[in-house]
């Protein structure tokens, strides 16, 4: 059997990257947390919005049954307030 040699490295191991790298890296990361607050804070925007619109669609539900009560139809123009009258004359 052939005896293995031993290598040894020369070149000693760095203990730190250079202050370029370093200020790199940091950017990257301060840009990344950025971005993922600013994504929040429109996910938290959005959400509002959604609730909002619930909202609103639930009062039309409303409105639409007191029309359909007092009227007949809910089938309304939005312009000029003219009712929409089924054509079977109900």
Do not use: F, R, W
Request: aromatic share 4%.
């Amino acid at each position: 059997m052939a005896k293995k040699d031993k290598v040894v490295d020369l070149k000693p191991k760095t203990e730190k990257i250079s202050e370029e790298h370093l200020k790199s890296l940091q950017e990257a990361v301060s840009d990344t947390n950025n971005l993922q607050m600013e994504i929040g804070k429109l996910e938290a925007a959005k959400h509002l919005y959604l609730h909002k619109l619930a909202v609103v669609q639930d009062s039309i539900k409303l409105l639409q049954e007191t029309l359909e009560k007092e009227y007949g139809t809910c089938n309304v123009s939005i312009n000029d307030g003219s009712i929409n009258y089924p054509e079977d004359g109900e």
